[in-house]
């Protein structure tokens, strides 16, 4: 199987610390992440090597786009599952899912079928690119009310924001918590991304880490993070709820 790590030794456990990741998709052909269960193990086996221990992957949920229900996940979980168990491959995976603040959520909400994750409820939510939803403090605030811990997906992507730093710290202060995407410190998404996320990261604003892995490319670039030691003794420098879960 192809490695990108194959012989350095020094990156692999470069992510040890985190233990667990809380974003990305790995359940096949059910959005734009992992389209097939070769590559669902093999990017689990590359992250394990990074030292991922566990994983709870979130498949997004979007209207029109994606519309995946609790029971298409939980089955996409299981052929995961079950595809570990015949390799004899011990790595932890569950699911929950990215839902995108949409129509469709406020219906998800009302129905209750949410898929939450660990013992707190967490609920990783995303919002548009292009303009945040007008009513994005009212879903936070039902969310919370109804018992759940919201969970902001890479902040430091929305381009909005970026002049608005003040905004993100508003969204933590009313008890959303906050996620970086780890590949926004490479530079991945662009450089304005990148000095946001730096920015966050300092000013302690950052909660959970996630690798938000769809396919190959990201991969290569956790790999590429993984030999950046100023970004790695920044991450190392703070504590993350990753580990607990
Ligand atoms: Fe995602």
Not at 25 to 31: N, R, S, T, V, Y
Not at 143 to 162: D, N
Request: hydrophobic residues 40%; aromatic residues 10%; neutral net charge.
């Amino acid at each position: 199987m192809f490695s990108f790590f194959s012989g350095r030794k020094t990156l692999s456990d470069a992510f040890s610390f985190l233990k667990t990741d809380i974003h990305s998709h790995l359940i096949p052909g059910i959005d734009d992440g992992s389209q097939d269960i070769e590559n669902t193990i093999q990017y689990m086996l590359e992250l394990n090597k990074l030292g991922y221990k566990k994983f709870i992957t979130t498949p997004h949920v979007k209207a029109g786009i994606y519309p995946n229900t609790p029971q298409i996940i939980h089955q996409g979980l299981k052929k995961v599952q079950e595809a570990l168990q015949s390799r004899n491959i011990s790595i932890s995976i569950e699911a929950a899912a990215e839902y995108l603040l949409d129509e469709d959520f406020e219906k998800i909400l009302q129905n209750k079928e949410i898929l939450s994750f660990g013992e707190k409820k967490y609920v990783l939510i995303e919002i548009s690119f292009i303009a945040p939803p007008p009513n994005l403090n009212e879903i936070i605030f039902i969310l919370k009310t109804q018992g759940y811990m919201p969970i902001m997906a890479h902040p430091e992507r929305y381009g909005y924001w970026w002049s608005h730093l003040n905004k993100i710290a508003h969204l933590s202060d009313t008890g959303c918590l906050l996620q970086l995407n780890l590949l926004s410190l490479t530079g991945y998404y662009g450089k304005e991304v990148r000095q946001v996320a730096i920015k966050l990261l300092e000013a302690d604003l950052i909660n959970f880490v996630g690798t938000d892995l769809h396919h190959e490319r990201h991969l290569a670039s956790l790999a590429q993070l993984a030999k950046d030691s100023k970004i790695m003794k920044l991450l190392k420098q703070k504590t993350f709820l990753n580990e607990t879960l």
